[in-house]
């Protein structure tokens, strides 16, 4: 089965069974928007599980299923955003009437489990893994994909937790929507775990948090730069202790209602 | 060190202005900087015609307080930012 996936304004084409393609159409939204072509990723069922394979000489194989769903939905994410003609940075980012709230962090720091809260909290769903803007203007370019949640996160929000690998959703699973029409960033939140509310931060830690957490901001450095300082001109940055994922998500859902 | 007057900038450093900080760009090193309020302050002195010493007794004066309280805090930012000035001459 093929399947073509646009994100970002980067094109990915699939080439994989019918059972993987029908799951891979469940959990991205319908695609709008056009990009040229950045990458093939292929799976092809084997003796011993599924082989993947796609650029690179990128050639894996897995025992199942699951394994090649979770593999092959972690390389689109590589090949996107290192493809993407956005300026991306690593965050998650979540949305309420047009407002958009970004949370720049590297994986491993909750990014996911506290965008899961959010959406349950109401807020509509951007990303949880990256920040993607126009280089020109600054404007939020969502990436939507589908939410990863490993088996504590699950725990901690209550979902009913995979017994092994990790729970893939979409927000339609949270009960939630993905944000429509133009947002504005309006918040930078940076996750701190020294803090024990959320309390206001200097603006230069928004920027040094942009820009030490973009993906590609050697592609245009200078303007990446700039780009940094205009969304913090624009915006507050905040300092958040998460506590647990609910009470950190009704703090933001409280930014975005003032 | 201490000796030797510190700067001026690099001709490829940009610099730009957050709440009265400084952040700081080399366009031909690729290296950035977001400076907190310090650091900020020395940066706006290393011009090259002054030398750490000076520096450190003009932010003193400046902040109302001892010099020794703040010759450390100047040393890290003099460290931090030499890479975006000019060698000095031998």
């Given at each position: 089965?093929?399947i073509s ?17 029908k ?15 950045c ?108 939410l ?9 929000l ?38 024990d509310?959320l ?55 409280g930014?975005?209602?003032? | 060190?201490?000796?030797k ?54 932010l003193?004066?400046a ?28």
């Open positions: 089965m093929k996936l646009t994100l970002v304004r980067t094109h990915v084409s699939l080439d994989v069974p019918e059972s993987l393609g799951r891979i159409r469940s959990l991205y939204p319908d695609q709008l928007l056009e990009g040229p072509p990458a093939h990723l292929a799976v092809h069922p084997h003796s011993d599980g599924f082989r993947l394979s796609g650029p690179e000489e990128f050639d894996e194989l897995v025992p199942d299923e699951p394994t090649a769903l979770s593999q092959l939905l972690a390389r689109i994410n590589i090949a996107v955003l290192a493809a993407t003609p956005l300026f991306a940075v690593h965050a998650g980012v979540v949305a309420a009437a047009g407002r958009a709230i970004a949370l720049p962090a590297v994986s491993g720091t909750g990014k996911s489990t506290l965008v899961a809260a959010c959406l349950r909290a109401g807020l509509t769903y951007v990303s949880d893994e990256a920040l993607c803007l126009q280089w020109t203007d600054g404007a939020i370019v969502p990436y939507p994909r589908p990863a949640l490993s088996a504590d996160s699950c725990r901690l209550g979902i009913p937790a995979p017994s092994s690998h990790e729970q893939l959703l979409t927000v339609a699973d949270l009960g939630a929507e993905y944000a429509t029409g133009a947002l504005r960033l309006e918040h930078i939140v940076l996750l701190d775990h020294t803090a509310q309390r206001s931060a200097p603006r230069g830690q928004g920027a040094a948090a942009v820009l030490g957490r973009s993906f590609n901001h050697w592609r245009r450095p200078d303007r990446a730069f700039e780009l940094a300082h205009e969304l913090v001109r624009s915006a507050s940055v905040w300092n958040l202790g998460r506590g647990t994922p609910a009470t950190a998500a009704a703090q933001l859902v930014l975005l209602s003032a | 060190m201490h000796a007057t510190l700067g001026p900038p690099r001709s490829t450093v940009r610099t730009l202005e957050l709440d009265g900080n400084l952040s700081l760009y080399d366009s031909a090193t690729g290296q950035a900087a977001v400076l907190n309020g310090t650091a900020s302050d020395v940066w706006r002195l290393l011009d090259g015609a002054h030398d750490f010493d000076t520096v450190v007794a003009i003193a004066e902040y109302s307080i001892a010099a020794d309280r703040i010759r450390e805090d100047v040393e890290q930012a003099v460290t931090t930012l030499t890479e975006f000035l000019i060698p000095p001459q031998q």
